[in-house]
């Protein structure tokens, strides 16, 4: 099978032989034919499958085939962040090289009179974060009424990170007729409960199994005390020299702190979270692409919207609060077929939340040790402790930033999930976009 015999035309399946594609993905091969029909559909596959391309061909054989109704934007694509927006607009660009569409991406974090200035010109096609699109509105920058179709990409991120609210402001103001289009790499039971209300009759494609692993990538866990953690992840780097990893942690100051302490080391690192200006994460990404900077630091904001062709390596330097988060962690290797190695450096604290994620996966991940890092046997198996907040209340925690425009795509809001660090709903302590 390949992109043409979908039902793609000329032009579009050479902007994907540009890109090094000649094979639809098996969540490509279902949905695009899907798409194509003009039905709604609520698509499910692992991270790393190819779901962008899987909605935006389609959809760019549709502009060209459909005449417009408007003047306005036709496409209205929601992500939850900036990075994961980015990624998606320039996914949008490079399929349509060889045609007239018109594209945009807004996202909070960087000066709206640019945006304002360029949707002014019009687009057929908008990427966009929700808490900025909800400004431009307020704005009168924006109009939704010639949006034919509507796509919600990752949304389950978007309902963990508490944009609920705008989601549904927006789904009110869309055309009542248009195409509805949910792509994710799991389907909640909150998500399914939003489909319910969105979707018109959709065809359904779950091509994995939910929140399983990708058999691409090759899992471990080092045990080791906390205090020893960053002196073992250094060892590993200059032992394995390793020139490219992804490093997650809990917190944006855990991120920073690490970051220092590797640099004292002598490996070059910098950090990506929430508090960054937009500007410095897009330095931070772009360096480690080129080889700048061999560990990029990354809170959970990242484990969405980064796409790092052939990364080799992922350390979950601490563990996720959620299990379902270590699988969207690892899943930024082993993409598209490529082999990927996935370590997490494990303390007695996080025993607990070792055992969740190995119930999620339905797998006990192997053990490994180094010689000078063994952890003390009889450590206690305490709980890890909590992120600290900076005030507490309703979206204060972790000390993001409340106001829309700053914090690229709207405020993290409580789920009301009270204070069990083990719900699938923290949002009030997830960091902002």
């Known amino acids: 099978m390949d992109f043409s015999s979908l039902g793609l035309s000329e032009k579009l399946v050479r902007a994907t032989a540009d890109q090094g594609y ?11 034919p899907a798409v194509l029909s003009g039905k709604d559909v609520m698509a499910a596959a692992q991270t790393g499958t190819g779901k962008t391309a899987g909605f935006t061909l389609p959809l760019l054989q549709r502009l060209a085939e459909t005449p417009r109704k408007g003047s306005g934007i036709r496409v209205l694509i929601l992500t939850p962040t900036r990075e994961l927006a980015a990624q998606v607009a320039a996914s949008v660009e490079l399929y349509s090289r060889y045609m007239p ?10 000066k709206i009179n640019p945006q304002i200035a360029k949707l002014r ?10 808490g900025r699109l909800m400004d431009l509105h307020q704005q009168g920058a924006v109009r939704f009424d010639s949006v034919e179709t509507l796509v919600l990409d990752e949304a389950d991120r978007m309902l963990d990170m508490g944009f609920i609210r705008d989601i549904r402001k927006i789904l009110a103001l869309l055309p009542k007729q248009r195409q509805n289009l949910m792509f994710s790499a799991t ?3 909150d998500i399914r409960k939003l489909a319910e209300g969105m979707l018109n009759n959709p065809v359904q494609i779950e091509v994995a199994v939910r929140n399983a692993t990708a058999e691409s990538v090759e899992q471990s866990v080092y045990p080791v ?15 394995h020299e390793w020139q490219q990893v992804l490093v997650f ?8 702190r690490l970051t220092q302490k590797l640099e004292k080391d002598g490996i070059t690192a910098a950090a990506i979270h929430g508090n960054k200006s937009q500007g410095a994460r897009t330095r931070a990404l772009d360096d480690f692409k080129k080889g700048g900077v061999r560990v990029l630091v990354a809170t959970d904001i990242a484990a969405r919207g980064l796409d790092i062709k052939q990364l080799p390596q992922v350390v979950n330097f601490e563990l996720p609060n959620v299990p379902e988060d270590y699988v969207h962690r690892i899943g930024r290797t082993g993409r598209a ?7 997490s450096l494990v303390s007695a604290d996080e025993n607990r939340m070792l055992a969740g994620i190995e119930r999620l996966i339905k797998k006990q991940l192997p053990r490994k040790t180094m010689e000078g890092f063994e952890p003390d046997p009889t450590a206690s198996n305490r709980p890890a402790p909590r992120p600290a907040s900076n005030g507490g209340g309703r979206g204060a925690g972790n ?13 993290v809001r409580s789920a009301g999930t009270g204070n069990n660090p083990q719900s699938r709903r923290p949002s009030a302590r997830r960091e902002t976009a």
């Open 22 to 32: 000649d094979t639809p993905s098996p969540i490509q091969a279902q949905a695009i």
């Open 187 to 189: 389907f909640s039971g």
């Open 249 to 256: 942690t809990r917190t944006k100051h855990g991120a920073n």
């Open 337 to 343: 077929g490529e082999v990927g190695h996935a370590l």
């Open 101 to 110: 569409t018109t594209s945009a991406v807004v996202f909070g974090g960087v």
């Open 225 to 239: 005390e906390q205090s020893q953690k960053s002196a073992l992840l250094s060892q590993l780097v200059r032992k």
């Open 399 to 411: 000390g993001q930033n409340r106001g829309r425009s700053g914090n690229g795509g709207g405020n």
């Open 121 to 130: 010109r019009g687009v057929d096609v908008l990427v966009a974060t929700p």
